[in-house]
């Protein structure tokens, strides 16, 4: 085939993650410019092939690719990436895109090695030159862009999650289902034992559109009530700074930067955080970026796009009275 650009989807309860739009727009895009078509791999258990096929299809994608088994219910990398492997051996698709999230991140890389493709991670851009597929990705925690060009044939990458625009249903056809076989594929060598899935109101970090986060400068676990008011007035998701993790004032899920989460939302409030460059790799893609803090000289203030120089705890609440006011 060599003229597909295959998406692996991510699903959470057999529906499409954002994640998996996203990457549809991206590969709606390298494929209309190619004039190839757009796959789709679904992996799971009594997953509703029909509705997938007819929810991609009106997004863009030509065909859907079902793996579908008890064992494959939960996400294992072993059987995952045979699955992946054999399709790939199969199907000698142009570009496989993957997300840049802990499955595809855990995936990626293994199918990679195991059908000898080149992988670029974590991209933020596609280019279409001279019928080849250039990747664009940040390096040196955003301190550059650099652009990849990948030898092999199959080219694969991980997506930075809030990138592309989130693909809208259109009028096109149910893409056309294809089942593959899932009998002879590898146990996992590791089992779930359970699945605790965090309780929150919230919209997930790395999906927000809008993400607030509290760094040190918030003074303690108790103070993080105005950076959740906050958050919740605009519906978005809290974030935090390592530091603030490893006083234990707020948990590790909640991190963003080079050792937490990559977020990229609409708009990203730093509040009484310094900007680390550690910090920064992981929202410097950010659309617009507010930054609140007492110091002038914050580093935060570099890459702001509106700073406020000030006492957090006497602007924070300023803002939530005005937010809520504009609600009323
Ligand atoms: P600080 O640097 O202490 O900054 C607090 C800020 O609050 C200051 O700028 C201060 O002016 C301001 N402030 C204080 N009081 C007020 C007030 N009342 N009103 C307004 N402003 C106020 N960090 C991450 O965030 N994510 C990572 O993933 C990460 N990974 C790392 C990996 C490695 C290998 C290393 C070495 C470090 C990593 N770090 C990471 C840590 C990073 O270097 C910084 O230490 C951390 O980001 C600082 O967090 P902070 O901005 O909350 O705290």
């Known amino acids: 085939m060599a003229e597909t650009v295959l998406v692996v989807a991510e699903l959470a309860d057999g529906k499409p993650k954002k994640i998996t739009y996203e990457m549809l727009t991206a ?4 494929a209309d410019e190619l004039d190839y078509e757009v796959a789709v791999l679904a992996i799971g258990n009594e997953l509703d092939a029909d509705g997938l096929a007819e929810t991609f299809g ?5 065909v859907l690719f079902v793996a579908d088994d008890e064992g494959l ?3 294992a990398v072993e059987p ?9 051996e199969d199907e000698e698709p142009a570009l496989v895109l993957f997300g840049f999230t802990p499955t595809g991140r855990d995936l990626a890389p293994r199918v990679a090695a195991r059908v000898k493709a080149g992988l670029a991670t974590d991209i933020t851009g596609l280019r279409v030159e001279d019928d080849d597929i250039l990747f664009i990705r940040p390096m040196y925690s955003g301190q550059a862009i ?4 990948i030898a092999s044939d199959v080219k694969m990458a991980t997506v930075r999650p809030n990138t592309w625009p989130v693909a809208q249903p259109g ?8 089942e593959l076989d899932v009998d002879d594929l590898p146990e996992p060598r590791t089992e779930v034992l359970e699945v605790e899935v965090s309780k929150s109101e919230r919209p997930e970090l790395t999906e927000a559109s809008i993400v607030v986060s509290g760094g040190r400068g918030v003074g303690g676990p108790e103070n993080f009530k105005i950076i959740e008011e906050l958050a919740d007035l605009l519906g978005a998701a809290v974030g935090t700074t390592r530091a603030v993790v490893d006083a234990g004032w707020r948990p590790y899920e909640e991190q963003v930067g080079q050792t937490g989460k990559t977020v990229s939302p609409q708009l990203y409030f730093a509040i009484g955080i310094s900007g ?9 893609t950010s659309k617009y970026i507010v930054a609140i803090n007492k110091d002038p000289e914050a580093p935060i203030f570099k890459i ?10 006497k602007i924070v609440p300023l803002l939530i009275e005005e937010i809520k006011k504009l609600k009323e």
């Open 276 to 284: 680390a460059i550690q910090h920064i790799s992981g929202m410097r």
């Open 27 to 30: 590969a709606r895009e390298v």
């Open 171 to 178: 009028d096109g056809d149910a893409a056309d289902v294809e």
């Open 73 to 75: 219910a939960e996400y």
């Open 304 to 313: 702001a796009d509106y700073g406020i120089v000030g006492d957090l705890h």
């Open 80 to 88: 995952y990436a045979a699955i992946l492997a054999q399709l790939i």
């Open 146 to 149: 650099a652009t990849v060009k």
């Open 58 to 62: 009106a997004r863009g994608a030509d």
